[in-house]
C-alpha cells in the first residue's frame, strides 16, 4: 500500500534526533532550528521527557474519560501555576485543530451566537469551523462551503473591527498570538487591548490561538501576555507535548461546562498528559522562558546583520527572516549544503525560524555563519 501522497517532502529521513540536532542513518547531523512547524519546545528527547513518557507508559498509557484521570489535574495545577491563569478551566484534546474547534464551539454555546470575526492571513487549522476561520481558501474542499459566516478584518484594523462587531451578532474573534503560517505577522499591544475592549461591549469571545506561539515560545509563557489581556478562551497545541500529540483550550470561569458538551476518546489520556507535564517541568527546571529572551535578543541583532535581511519579525523564538525575494532556494542550500533545517510560511519572502527553546547561541551560529556566506 502507498501514502496518500499530500505532503512535498525533502528528500532525507531522520532515524534520531537529540536536543536541536537530528541525525539519518548514515551518520548526517543537522540542526534543526524549526522543530516540525514549531513543535519540539523543550528539544529532542529530552531526557526528563523520556523517562516520564517511559515511567507513565509502564503503569498505564490510556484509558478514556469515563474515569478519573488523576495526572490531568496535576496537568491543570501546573499549567496554572506557569501561565498565569488560575481560575481558567482545561478542556484536553488532541490537536491545535481540534482547541480552535472547541474554543469555536465553546463561544458559540456561550453567546448563542454563530458569526465569527478571523483576520486576513490567519491559520487557525483544517477541520471544518477551523479551516472556515483560516485564510486560505485553496485548502477547502466543497463541503465546506456554506459554513458559519465569518467577517474579515486586517491586522491592527480599528475601523474594521468596529464595523464587524457593530451588529452583536458575533460569537467570537480569533486571533493568533503571534500568525505563525501567515509570515509572523501580529497585533500590536495597543490593539489587542482595544480588540478585548470591543469583544466585551460587544458581547463577543476573544480567543486567543497560542497553538504556535504558545508555551514560552514567544519569551512569556503566551504571547498575548506581552499586551497584559486576558482573553475568554486559549488554545494550546504543538509546544505543549513537544512531538506528542496533546491540544487544549483554557476556558474563562464564566463559561460554564454541562455533561456532554465536548468530548474525545483520545483527549487527555495519561500518556499525552505525562508529555506535558514533562516539557511544563523542563520549562520551569531549565529556566527555558530566559532563554529564549536572552537568545532572541541576541540572534536578531545577528539577523539585522546580515546582508540584504529587510526585517526581522515575530518575537522570542517564533521570529521570520523577511528578504526581498522568495527564500525557496536559500532554504534549500541551508537544509542540503549547511545541514539547518528551517521553515516556509505563506509570504514566500520569509524564512522561518522556530528552533527548540532549549537551544543555546553558540547551536545559532552555523546558521548566521550560513546565511552570511549564502547571501554576501
Ligand atoms: C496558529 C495555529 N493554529 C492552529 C494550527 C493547527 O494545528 P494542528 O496542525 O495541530 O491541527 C496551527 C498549525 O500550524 C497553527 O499554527
Known amino acids: 500500500m502507498n501514502l496518500f501522497d499530500v505532503y512535498p517532502k525533502y528528500t532525507l529521513s531522520p532515524t534520531s534526533a537529540k536536543g536541536t540536532f537530528i541525525y539519518t542513518d548514515e551518520g548526517k547531523k543537522y540542526l534543526d532550528l524549526y522543530g516540525g512547524h514549531g513543535v519540539i519546545s523543550i528539544g529532542h528527547s529530552h531526557s526528563h521527557y523520556v523517562k516520564r513518557i517511559s515511567e507513565q507508559l509502564s503503569k498505564i498509557g490510556f484509558y478514556s474519560n469515563s474515569i478519573d484521570i488523576p495526572i490531568q489535574n496535576e496537568l491543570a495545577q501546573r499549567l496554572t501555576e506557569q501561565s498565569g491563569y488560575s481560575d481558567y478551566k482545561l478542556f484536553l484534546c488532541n490537536s491545535g485543530a481540534e482547541a480552535t474547534e472547541n474554543a469555536l464551539k465553546l463561544a458559540s454555546f456561550h453567546t448563542k451566537k454563530k458569526k465569527v470575526i478571523a483576520f486576513k492571513n490567519s491559520f487557525h487549522g483544517r477541520t471544518a469551523a477551523a479551516l472556515n476561520v483560516t485564510d486560505n481558501p ?7 462551503e456554506n459554513n458559519f459566516e465569518v467577517k474579515w478584518v486586517e491586522l491592527n484594523n480599528k475601523n474594521q473591527l468596529q464595523e464587524a462587531l457593530s451588529q452583536n451578532d458575533v460569537c467570537a474573534v480569533i486571533i493568533e498570538g503571534i500568525q505563525g503560517v501567515g509570515g509572523l505577522d501580529m497585533a500590536t499591544d495597543e490593539y489587542l487591548k482595544f480588540l478585548q475592549d470591543e469583544c466585551k ?6 480567543i486567543l490561538d497560542e497553538i504556535q506561539s504558545g508555551f514560552g515560545r514567544s519569551g512569556k509563557f503566551f504571547a498575548h501576555q506581552w499586551a497584559n489581556i486576558q482573553p475568554d478562551l486559549i488554545t494550546m497545541a504543538k509546544g505543549m507535548g513537544n512531538g506528542f500529540p496533546i491540544g487544549g483550550v483554557l476556558i474563562h470561569p464564566k463559561i460554564e461546562a454541562h455533561y456532554g458538551m465536548l468530548g474525545t476518546t483520545f483527549g487527555g489520556n495519561h500518556l499525552a498528559c505525562a508529555a506535558s507535564m514533562a516539557v511544563l517541568e523542563v520549562l520551569e527546571n531549565e529556566n527555558l522562558l530566559e532563554n529564549v529572551n536572552q537568545i532572541s535578543k541576541k540572534i536578531i541583532e545577528e539577523f539585522k546583520n546580515i546582508p ?8 522570542g523564538l517564533m521570529l521570520g527572516i523577511e528578504m526581498p525575494f522568495p527564500i525557496k532556494e536559500l532554504r534549500q542550500k541551508l537544509l542540503y549544503d549547511h545541514h539547518i533545517f528551517t521553515g516556509a510560511s505563506a509570504n514566500p519572502n520569509v524564512l522561518r525560524v522556530l528552533p527548540p527553546l532549549s537551544v543555546s547561541y553558540a547551536e545559532f551560529e552555523p546558521f548566521i555563519k550560513a546565511l552570511h556566506k549564502i547571501l554576501s
Do not use: F
Open 138 to 144: 485553496k485548502l477547502s474542499a466543497p463541503i465546506n
Open 308 to 315: 540584504s535581511v529587510k526585517q526581522v519579525k515575530g518575537k
Open 201 to 206: 461591549k460587544h458581547d463577543s469571545l476573544l
